[in-house]
């Protein structure tokens, strides 16, 4: 099982900062087979990025995935109010699929 | 507008059955694979079962196999998540999750979600 590791657990930032979210991969898997979701308190988590950089249908280009192999990143670059949420990499190219353990971003 | 539908959650005891449905509508349903994920409550995510679009590929996480079965009935819009023997670490809010993928695993990335539905599992 492929062990998904994201670093903050919490991230303290002010609105305007800019946000850097780290995701790390026990081995590698599949064509970098990674996705970032957002998720908010009651609600389903939301796609933001899929491919490690290919933004979702709908989703400002504040928000960016980069990297490859095993290190993955997904980045705000100024952060917006609604942008405070927990955040979550998950790797669909390996079974069984894994979550990492999230990262929070709240307000400083 | 692309809709999934969680349903029959509720408080069961340990050592028995529940069996989750999700109504789809909104695209294609038969043209999709289609998971289930739960989420502890205050935990994070965790995947549980998929299954291709024509129900040939399936695949479950370790820690329900065995105990839970996926199916689907592409008549009806329909994926359905039965689960036996369940235990008190099965609480959760399960959601269903379209893919956009025909498989489980290219295109697998999750691109809706329902609402959920929560199972909570005490005597």
Known sequence: EIVLTQSPGTLSLSPGERATLSCRASQSFTSNYLAWYQQKPGQAPRLLIYGASSRATGIPDRFSG??????????????EPEDFAVYYCQQYGSSPRTFGGGTKVEIK | ???????????????RSLRLSCAASGFSFDDYAIHWVRQAPGKGLEWVSGISWNSDNIDYGGSVKGRFTISRDNAKNSLYLQMNSLRAEDTAFYYCAKTMGRG??????FDYWGQGTLVTVSS
């Open chain 2, 104 to 109: 489980l695993y290219a295109g697998g990335y």
């Open chain 2, 1 to 15: 507008e692309v809709q999934l539908v969680e349903s029959g959650g509720g408080l069961v005891q340990p050592g």
């Open chain 1, 66 to 79: 980069s990297g490859s192999g095993t290190d993955f990143t997904l980045t705000i670059s100024r952060l």
